[in-house]
């Protein structure tokens, strides 16, 4: 009983330590978008807004570009989770069906390229000769399917009564019926994973739309947070006689990174529904 | 069986006649071109043409499609740029990828050289030395100025270059430090006009706030000491910070930069300096933010500084009556010297360019818009009547309700960020008038400080052949690192000046000897090849 006290007690504080050390930063920037210049640059600002100050808020909201690249970002996940969700599905409930002619090498295919790639500029040369550059599909098919939530999914959907589908082809159900009608509404919690991993990570992303987008009003709102944020810091590495180099201020960079981060915090309260759900659903199998 | 080997020869022979002396036949290239353009002439294409070009995306003006820098680029030359947008954060990397690929819009701008020199061997890029006749401002800039052993050190093993520099007419050194001149007229000082002087007022600093350091600098990173180092080592007569190369020219040879007797002095003196307490050990790590902050808390007094980080940064932080200012170019033991560059970033021209209709209207238009009075004028100042005018004596005057640089602080409309001049992907060199047009009066007195400077001489080229080069980078990165690092541990104390010649023997161990070897080799070479 005092061993597990102890247990306890440790694992609240390096929780608690996780806590603030993830924490911090985050709210850091939160007060910092509420600051004035001066203030942060004093170094005064820590978890508490100082001088509180909405000008530079409505500074950033006020760019026309930032709005643009707010909807692309918006238009690029959504297309590109669905894109992404519906073709893992598939792959992935195929390489779980054991009786599958050639799955080895189905998921040989897969999995190859979890350690090999073609390399940036063949995949470069690639993109443009399929004329996707300048264009929504650059930046929502390749990667479509990532290979590791592929696996995930696999297991899932093997780790599934086989007895169940029996009974659902017994019933008159088709491949696709099974599919739609019983497994995929046993799944939630898993599609619920990956839509959550998808679109969190093509959110974030930014490396895809800079290689394959050459107009800003196509960027999505990570290319301009980051080169806010990154600025021409490559000017003041090479030459001493250049002037050109980005000094954004402080809090401009603060808000921008506020107001990126803040929808897709706000889709994790959604998801983890699922999450709590499909852990039930474990146990009252179990 | 003989006959079709002579007849393959010969052929190739043929093809190869065909290829080499591109620059003469530009008969079909002239689409568009100007039958006669000199010096002075307006460049206009006799047809519309539209180029594309790579753009570096500045996060302070983000490009916009309705600039009047556009419109009236067209209205005046009948071309249209077609720009592929690159935010300047990742610029580089995009940079070589569509070069690389193929892929290349035909101008690319922003090539600090010798960042063109890993294209060169695969072709992708135009040699445009062989085509200077095709851009007569360029070249009058070149003899005018006394650019040509400038130009040189951009030379390739093949003896041609293939960037197209920015040109300045006058050496510019636009970093410099700042000093609190509140607390030099509290302590009856002057700013210090050399390097050993700036130790002494640092010392009275010192005396005054003992519990401060006096001076903490900034951009540590990625170089550390970047501007500091580059500063103080032109004094001492080597290179260091921004401006370290391994080699350093002494006049009659490359000799290895870290184990120069200059060099030991140098970081002698910045030692001295931490060891008294006076420069903060952390201005070569710290971020800029945290050196500004320092300074904003009147913790520190002296910082590295531009002309415009002083007007954007530093004076508005300061509060309750403090003043600071940017002190002149410091002299040292290499006596009043000043750098030698008088090149810039510049454009490379991709080489499937020369296979368009309109290469010769391309060159035209690259030699009037980054090389002409007019061309630089306009990147820089725009449109006279619209951005600016110009008073009795030519002195351009932003128009009232347009700002740049602070200089117009009540106008609503900003010369960069809502007419799309004065960027950095098109207005760079030129003249020194027309480089002081934007200074404050203040920086001018600095630059007017510099032009008394003398410039120390140009190194030779020493250009590498492709094997040379694969051998030279696998010994010139662990070679600079090394230097910094211990360049490093000598100022802050960690390790003593007195093992000194165990340190030479270490860059020794690392192939400096070698290095250095190869480039005198090169040099020689060249001289030879070039006589």
Redesign the interface.
Known sequence: MVSRRIFHVVNGVILTAVVVVTLYPFLNIVARSFST??EI???RVNIVPRGFDLTTYRLVMS?D?FWTNYRNTVVYTVTATIISIVLTTCYAYVLSKKHLRGRGLLIGIAVFTMFFSGG??PN??LV?GLGLRNTIWAVVLPNAINVFNLLVMKAFFESLPAELEEQAAVDGLGTYGTLLRIVLPLSKAVVATMVLFYAVAYWNSWFTA??YL???EL?PVT??L???????????????????????A?NIKAVTMVLTVVPILTVYPFVQRYFVSGVMLGAVKG | MKRIAASIVALSLLTACGSSPESTDLEENRAGAMESYTIGAQFKATAPITFDMLY?????Y??KNDWLFWQELTKRTNITIT??????????Q?RS??V????APFIIPKV?PP?ETPFVASGAVLPVSDYLDLMPHFKDKIEKWKLGAQIDTLRQEDGKFYVLPGLHEEV????SLAVRTDVLQELGLAAPRTWDELHTTLKAMKAKYPDSYPFSDR?AI??PG??LL?MIALAYGTTGG??YHNETWDGQNFVLTGAMPQYKAMLTFLHTLVAEGLLDPESFTQTD??A??KL??GKTLVIST????LV??YR??LKDGATIAKIPFLAGPAGEVK?Y?RL??GIMISAKARESKNFVALMQFVDWLFYSDAGQEFAKWGVEGVTYSKDATGTRILNPDVDFVGLNPSGTKHLQKDFGFSG?NFAYGGTTELLNSTFSTEEQAFQQGMSTKTSIPVPPPAPLTDEEREQATLWETPLKDYVTQQSLRFILGQRDLAEWDAYVAELNAKNGPAYIELVNKARTRFADKNK
């Open positions: 210049e001066e640059l004093a170094g760019d570009l940036l500029i470069y040369v443009s800079f290689l050459d107009r800003a960027f290319v301009y980051r080169n806010l944020i990154a600025g021409a810091t490559d000017a003041t590495s090479t030459g001493s006689a250049d002037t050109d180099v980005a000094q954004v402080a | 570096s995306d500045h996060p302070n983000a490009i720009p592929s947008v690159v935010p300047a954060s990742d610029y580089n995009k990828l569509v690389s690929a193929g892929d600090y960042q510019w050194q636009d970093y951009f990625p170089d970047g501007n580059n921004w401006g933010d945290q500004k902050a904003a808390a531009n002309a415009q980080n954007n940064d508005p932080l750098g560059t810039e970033s950095g």
